[in-house]
């Protein structure tokens, strides 16, 4: 599905894999789980452009539900993978630390589990060979993406910042429909190792000029990064 000119997503609110798209190739933001290859490749047939346009995948962390088919990719295109340095183990397959229990509903619950097990998520290969990236950093793929460190829901956390189709990608950082509670509206994403630092980590999108806020779970945010921002604090103290 296209949002944009050159933003392209696939999945759904549970879990999403986005595209971006130029004429100089395409950059993979996150990798979902093992079953989004297909839909990456139906995505691609429908848009006219083949599975070598594929330059390279950046994550915007190591969870399962985001490295799906990086390895994949890696192996079979030869394409870089890229992580926030701090989450260059969790992506190559270290168990990540337990996190406090999250609110949950049964009926959203299942329906995430199922999806995941729909999309093969149960067995999702660790990537062999990850480039970490840092703060800063400024990628040598389609879209210029540039890395906002963005420690929290896991140490290397970082959000993606692409200019050329006006948008910053944020993974895990907040969500906005919980997988556990169907709660829709900018939140805290459930699994996260410190809530403290990742809320906190929120305020180096403030001032972004762009037009969507791609989380990777829950709808995507067409609007300013302040007032997704501002929704995400209102949110937070009425939850206090």
Same mark, same amino acid.
């Given at each position: ?22 004429? $100089? ?45 990086? $390895? ?7 394409? &870089? ?36 097990? *729909? ?9 062999? $060979? ?32 692409? &200019?050329?189709? *006006? ?47 791609? &989380? ?16 995400? *604090?209102?949110? $937070?103290?009425?939850? *206090?």
């Amino acid at each position: 599905m296209q949002l944009a000119p050159g933003l392209h997503r696939l999945g759904n609110d549970i879990i999403a894999v986005h595209l971006v798209v130029t004429d $100089e190739g395409i950059t993979v933001i996150d990798t979902g789980l093992p079953g989004h290859h297909a839909d990456l490749r139906r995505e691609l047939a429908a848009i006219g452009r083949p599975m070598s346009d594929i330059r390279g995948v950046v994550l915007t962390h190591g969870d399962s539900d985001h490295r799906g088919f990086a $390895e994949r990719l890696r192996r079979e295109l030869g394409v &870089p993978v890229l992580v926030g340095a701090g989450d260059a183990d969790r992506t190559r397959g270290a168990k990540p630390p337990a996190t406090p229990k999250d609110a949950m509903r049964i009926g959203p619950t299942l329906g995430f589990f199922a999806y995941a097990a *729909r999309k093969r998520g149960f067995r999702v290969p660790p990537v062999r $060979e990850v480039l970490p990236v840092d703060d800063g950093d400024v990628l040598d793929l389609p879209g210029a993406p540039r890395v906002i460190g963005m420690p929290g829901h896991s140490p290397g956390s970082i959000a993606i910042l692409v &200019p050329a189709v *006006r948008a910053v990608f944020v993974g895990d950082e907040l969500t906005t429909r919980s997988v556990l509670t169907g709660v829709s509206g900018p939140q805290p994403a459930p699994f996260t190792d410190d809530q403290a630092t990742s809320s906190a980590s929120l305020d180096r999108l403030l001032g972004l000029d762009v037009d969507w806020v791609v &989380p990777g779970h829950g709808a995507p945010w067409h609007g300013d990064a302040d007032s997704l921002v501002t929704a995400y *604090r209102q949110a $937070e103290a009425t939850r *206090r």
